[in-house]
């Protein structure tokens, strides 16, 4: 699917998940699971692997914290910003540590600037 096709998936997805009329052969057959504890206040988890499936992402609450940046003047700054922790567990039977990795580090790099995934095609 292209981004337009898949965010119109997306949708459809969420308004019968939203709806309750998810049927379970519409939740089964997926390779990577996304989860939210964020929703109980919690920043983190150690999601544990649907059977069948590769991976799970773990989202953690989306909190105000400083941060530190570096200004146009390439000095360093404390700063409030919106934060959320992921995690990540897979199955190393199919998932090498390194890519596994850096799908996560892509994954945080669309999240703080969604306009990447126009690019990445």
Do not use: Y
């Not at 119109?8 to 709806?19: F, M």
């Not at 069948?52 to 914290?65: H, P």
């Not at 940046?69 to 700063?79: F, H, L, S």
């Not at 998932?95 to 126009?118: N, Q, T, V, W, Y």
């Amino acid at each position: 699917m292209n981004l337009r096709e898949m965010a119109d998936a997306l949708g459809e997805l969420i308004s019968t998940a939203k709806s309750g009329r998810t049927q379970p052969a519409d939740m089964s057959g997926g390779t990577i699971t996304i989860t939210n504890v964020g929703v109980f206040g919690i920043d983190t988890g150690t999601p544990i692997i649907n059977p069948g499936e590769s991976a799970i992402v773990c989202f953690g609450a989306i909190r105000k914290q400083p941060w530190v940046v570096t200004n146009a003047a390439g000095e360093d700054e404390i700063v409030p910003r919106w934060i959320t922790q992921l995690s990540m567990s897979f199955d190393h039977r199919l998932i090498d540590g390194e890519l596994g990795s850096k799908f996560l580090a892509d994954l945080a790099a669309l999240m703080s600037d969604p306009s990447r995934a126009l690019v990445w095609g």
